[in-house]
């Protein structure tokens, strides 16, 4: 080292060593000046646990700046500051504010020491400082980050662990549940940081479709509007606050749901649920929701329930041991020893008589005359011993139809 250096260093050593005996002058000044920070203004760090952190901090920087032994009971401190910010709900920025603070603080200090002899030592340590706040802040941030996303995921694992025991067996046999307990309900809001009470979207999707779903989660979570989608075992299911105007009940509610989320679910294989009127229906909404996503196979959403009460209807009865085999066989039976071209014809304008309900509709699509469909409708009728013109008859060959679709491997 220059002979002319030591001067400098010896001065600067005194400036901070008188800086480290009077901590508590360091102490008053932060806090006077942190508690213009919003959070700390409103107390989310208490006092004492102020006084306790700036202490050793101030201690921490004079070692740094002076080049001293940093003892091990220190080292640590940056990381113990962000963590307990962390926890305490601190944002980063004002967290950062106030880490910066302690340039200023040590700053005034050392000038309100220094003589005016002292005055290109200043200008010559100010980087010194400088860098040493900045290490401390970088510290206290990665810290700060490590543990927000540590706590970001107990919280998510939480609210899953929740959610999860909302909605019970929603993804498994079809046998009905109760209804949540208040205490469940109470725990579900809290954790999704909404009103028991609040309207909420419902929307299913199979598993495969998880990723599209949570897509979607981002976008409301970017509007500001609490989300979350649960992963169940063969399902995905989203619940959000819904913000929007009541859309009203079955179908017309549907639509108007759909109509409010503009294409947002287009490319979403899925079902909307009816809107739960608070967090005690959303496993109502979920099941009925889920249960038109299992009888569709060729979903491709978003898709109304109420528009698939025939197929739920026959994978219920498709999974009835010996019941859709028998409904199938009895009503379908006599189709099957048709050609194949001459089966399909026929399934073709029955699906398209129940769409319709109109002959002329039906020759229009099918591309064929008036007559044609007649004589096609009377065939059916022939072949199942059901008059496919009478809504009750048709209703029972249009299920055997579900029925069998669902029964066919896939």
């Known amino acids: 080292m220059p002979n002319g250096a030591e001067p400098a260093d010896a001065r600067w050593e005194e400036l901070v060593t008188r800086l480290r005996g009077d901590s508590d002058a360091l102490f008053r000044s932060f806090l006077a000046q942190v508690r213009r920070v919003p959070p700390y203004a409103r107390g989310l760090v208490p006092t004492d646990r102020m006084e306790h952190d700036a202490t050793r901090t101030f201690d921490y920087l004079l070692r740094r700046i002076s080049r001293a032994p940093i003892p091990a009971r220190l080292t640590g401190i940056g990381t113990e500051i962000g963590q307990d910010r962390a926890h305490r709900g601190v944002p980063l920025n004002d967290l950062l504010t106030a880490v910066r603070l302690n340039f200023r603080i040590v700053w005034d200090a050392l000038r309100e020491q220094a003589g005016p002899e002292d005055g290109p030592l200043l200008v010559a340590r100010v980087d010194r400082v400088w860098a040493a706040v900045e290490e401390h802040a970088l510290h206290v941030q990665l810290a700060y980050q490590d543990e927000g996303a540590l706590i970001a995921r107990e919280r998510q694992g939480e609210r899953s662990m929740l959610v999860a025991a909302l909605l019970g067996q929603v993804d498994g046999p079809g046998h009905v549940l109760g209804d949540p307990g208040p205490d469940d309900v109470a725990r579900v809001a809290r954790a999704l940081a909404i009103d028991v ?214």
């Open 197 to 410: 009470d609040d309207d909420l979207l419902v929307v299913v999707s199979p598993a495969s479709a998880g990723a599209r779903l949570h897509r979607v989660a981002d976008t409301f979570a970017a509007q500001g509007r609490p989300v979350h989608v649960q992963a169940l075992a063969r399902h995905a299911v989203l619940i959000a606050r819904w913000t929007g105007a009541e859309p009203g009940a079955g179908s017309a509610g549907i639509r108007a749901l759909r109509s409010a989320l503009g294409g947002l679910l287009d490319a979403v294989p899925c079902v909307l649920g009816p809107l739960a009127h608070g967090v005690a229906n959303v496993p109502s909404s979920a099941r009925t929701a889920l249960r038109a996503v299992d009888a569709l196979p060729e979903l491709a959403g978003p898709v109304d329930p109420y528009d698939a009460w025939l197929p739920v209807a026959a994978v219920g009865l498709a999974g009835t041991r010996g019941i859709g085999p028998e409904l199938v066989g009895s009503v379908l039976g006599g189709l099957s020893a048709l050609p194949p071209a001459e089966r399909e014809r026929l399934l073709d304008t029955i699906r398209a008589w129940a769409r319709t309900g109109s002959v002329t509709a039906v020759a229009q699509e099918l591309w064929c005359h008036r007559n044609t469909v007649l004589n096609r409708l009377r065939r059916i009728t022939e072949l199942t011993g059901r008059d496919v013109t009478v809504p009750e008859q048709a209703t029972v060959v249009l299920l055997a139809l579900a029925c069998s679709e669902t029964l066919a491997p896939r």
